[in-house]
């Protein structure tokens, strides 16, 4: 039987089995994996790394984009940096205020096996006329661009070890140019590893980075069954956000009332919670 | 290296390190296994299924056993199929209120196992004063059972197939037997599998069995990091509980306030939200 | 990681590192997956069984084929049930008295597979004028078939349960049939299961049932490193082969070296030894 | 389930089901772990390594030992390196003219162990009158050795970083000081890893180390199915041993003849074919 194994810590590992291979293969930038998996649909794995799977990307996607988009009163230029199955900008799209989306990929190929072999995931969004798609490093696009983002979407591969290449995705520098091109009220919402597990250094050192350039940073989590974890995200923001958990979930809630948003997958509800962390798991992000 | 593999749905497998074995073997009920887990803890199993694992059974527990306890306006009574580690006892008795303990849990020696090998679980519990600790079959137990019970909690091993002698544990006849002891006011709360795989119909089954039983049964969830899984429960009552999520998260949130009860793992806040399970999974569960 | 896990017994399993997959499909007859191992090159696995790997298929066709050949005075007309890969025709034919091979395996598509994909293990056997391929059922072509063969190779997928219709392809009927078909002074050769694991019923019930058909079979072995396991294999002769081991070896040694044929993978002398099989395996044999 | 999982080459892993576990821990020297295999009953691991297993230890262990008592034609006083399990012991003393044996191993407290949990391995060995055994560091015992041994056996743990402390236990150093203190017709066999896997480095340095001392060195093998691989074995002696496979396998009947030993598990036959490695597999060790 083909499995696919992928560490879910330093010691324990998840073995999940596979159908049909339906794309496999190396780009300029990394190696990548297209497979059917009889639980969990099309999985799509970038070095190493389950990035989506078919049964519930809505779910991850809806909790990367959404928070952000609603805190802000009126997103209408975002940019988001990675991205390539297309379905953070098929979520950014959703709100109406939103007239331009900057898309930061590196790698063309990826994206276009996406368009292949997942298009339901994009939705058609990479052709929305708002949408401009770039395929250059973040961090050449960053030094140049003169633009003003209300809302910035991180939604690139995670990362183990901060001091490699990929690490500087995550990094001060690239957050500090981002901090420098983008205006004051900015939200930045990106991916942060998983929760739960003994070794949250990964999501600590994203948060406080994004803290120490913006201004404030939280943590905040939502289950993806095909991840076998609660999956971390973080958010920053220049100006304080509503303190208390409560008033968040209340901003959050009526915006999504206010603009009509539904969300299919979290649902408005589970979403204005996922910043309740349990508190054990609150007390280990210290 | 050993390595311990449980199956995590029907296609996948999570893989664990192994450190120390701490003891091995089976009594007159169940095989066990008690071994130390790198990230984990102590992990206990029982006829191939983890249990509970030292770093967080205290989230499992306390979203087990709290929410019944918190909907009930004054748990005087207490019964507990199961509950062998004891720390579903451990967290019955932090409600003041509580004045007896019944806890019906057939295998006297993985009782004995647990006190001997993670005494912490239980802290004293198992020899408090309110408790009364019974080893015999709760479906021996129930037919000549004359008291009036508050909350039941049931923590039984999960059960794969319903029509195994197993599955009667959580069966429309056992649950008859349990209505027709208890008091009308009963709240009923007992684990319910894992939620978010591609496959939940254990879950349904027990809900519905309790809610054709009772009258009134919602499903909730909570992440436990080392199951690998959002870990679901049903609770169950005669009379109809509170209608909305939000009156529902009011009336936990106010009794724990009211009564002092801090929940060190979850935490009431994130407890109160556990009724408000992702959109997606929601419908998955009908 | 892509990893392929295969039983190696009812409780020990293989687990590979996979490197591309290069097919991987089904034919009308079988799941097919053909991958590449970065200790063992291509890999062609049927219905989730390993049937040959580039690092040593040739130890496996050798030790399959040249006893067989060795022990008929001069082979000139060969059958080969199976064979899908080329690689048994293609150390068939390497005896220069062969004048006629027929092979009969009813996967067309899977030949194609391997000529496509393992071309070098043919090595243009397929096309020699000698060859007359046959797509059809081996059990379809028996009883119409009036040649006399020499020699007969069984180079078909493995078998767990002699009840299933692929224990047909070990059955008595079949080599009853085949036994009609042929003359009085044919060798026959099969593969027969892995040797040396608790349960070697499987070789057992083919080499008796060879035993029974033709009157005298006996079990050979050969270490097959990528299997992981000493291969095992049945021969089958209407008159009484040589009787002692070393006799055996004696014979199988002079006509190698009569006929000027080396063995690249196995070599003459390994291979003159391969019915020496080590005492233990031989008592567990029967 | 338990899975005990070992690293088979650098890609591909064996993964065995586990019943009880007999025993673990840590000795001064080591990590051991006994448990009990559903296929091969009860095995013994070091520091992650399978050390042998009850259903073929004897296999292992007459490999390991005859053909170095063989091919001296009359050991009296035997060195065993390591050995702690006893069973190269118990076969040492199978050859009646033997008188003296000192077996120098290391760890007290795993001998003990093995006395323990699988007494029949030794059957006695260890209280044999002509038995010494000593629990020191071989590099510590061999300078002040002023003994002449015959037969010297090298059963010493697997080494895959010759770099390594535990590398020294096949390095030129230890080699040479005990060709100082033996005599000039002993013969030497040590155990020497896997052969047929693709990375065999481990077995040649072994080899070509005992060469370089001794002056002569031969690799031969044998199936242990419960270690799924061909085990490796090298032999050295100071005179030239039998020029040819066939009189080395004349010279190891004969005297196993003449001696009236029996060889329950390989069997004389078998054994003495161990030189005559599939050719393969001799060219891949040079």
Chains 1, 2, 3, 4 share one sequence.
Not at 220 to 227: A, E, K
Not at 241 to 253: G, H, I, R, Y
Request: charged content about 20%; hydrophobic content about 40%; some cysteine.
């Amino acid at each position: 039987m083909l499995k696919y194994t992928q560490a879910a810590s330093a010691h324990d590992a998840i073995v999940r089995g596979m159908g049909e291979v339906l794309a496999q293969g190396r780009t300029a930038f990394q190696e990548y994996l297209f497979f059917r998996s009889p639980e969990a649909g099309v999985c799509i794995v970038l070095d190493g790394d389950i990035q989506s799977c078919e049964s519930d990307e809505a779910m991850y996607h809806e909790a990367l984009v959404h928070p952000a988009m609603l805190l802000h009163p009126e997103p209408r230029c975002v940019l988001i940096m990675g991205g390539g199955e297309g379905a953070t900008a098929r979520e950014v799209l959703r709100h109406a205020s939103v007239e331009r989306v900057v898309m930061v990929d590196i790698d063309r190929e990826f994206v276009g096996l996406c368009r292949e072999h997942v298009p339901a995931w994009s939705a058609g969004a990479l052709d929305d006329p708002r949408m401009e798609l770039r395929h250059e490093d973040i961090n050449a696009y960053l030094p140049g661009c003169s633009e003003r983002f209300d809302v910035v979407i991180g939604d690139l591969v995670d990362v183990q070890d901060f001091d490699s290449p990929a690490g500087m995705l995550y990094g001060r520098e690239l957050y500090g140019r981002l901090r420098e091109c983008v205006g004051d009220d900015v939200v930045v919402a990106t991916q942060a590893g998983a929760l739960g597990a003994a070794d949250v250094s990964g999501h600590v050192h994203i948060r406080d980075t994004l803290a120490g350039v913006f201004g404030h940073a939280r943590s905040y989590g939502m289950v993806v069954p095909s991840f076998f974890h609660m999956w971390g995200f973080a958010l920053a923001t220049s100006k304080a956000p509503p303190t208390t958990d409560a008033e968040l979930a209340s901003t959050l809630c009526d915006r999504a009332r206010g603009r009509g948003l539904e969300l299919p997958a979290v649902g408005v509800d589970a979403l204005s919670h996922a910043f309740t962390l349990p508190r054990q798991i609150r007390q280990q992000l210290g």
